[in-house]
């Protein structure tokens, strides 16, 4: 799917904040914030090696920026850590507070806006 059908698809599910911040894990480095402008994105998977498909370790994430402290939760649907890329464990909340940073500000996927920021990790 062509960047700009997969934006517009994007927008529709989850609207025009949550995308501005998702796109930028579909451009190729160095991923820029799009709201401070600087290259300080960063990605924590956290993964269940009990789950793998296709021969990789079932994963959600988070992604931010550590500039600004502006970020978003994986959208919808399962994820595999990538070959190679490190990861915490599903479920382990206190390695989870070490690495998610303080004042982190997530932006909410519409549907889920009035829901906890938390993470579910059971």
Known sequence: MPLSNLQEWCLKMYGEEYTRF?????????R?????ETETIRKLWIGDPAREVDGKVWAKWYMWCESCLRGIYCP?????VPKGESYIRWGDKDALGKEIPIGLKLIKHPRFAKQSQEIDMQ
């Open 32 to 36: 820029i914030c799009p709201y401070c």
């Open 22 to 30: 998702l796109m930028v894990d579909f451009v190729p480095p160095p």
């Open 76 to 80: 919808l649907g399962s994820f595999r």
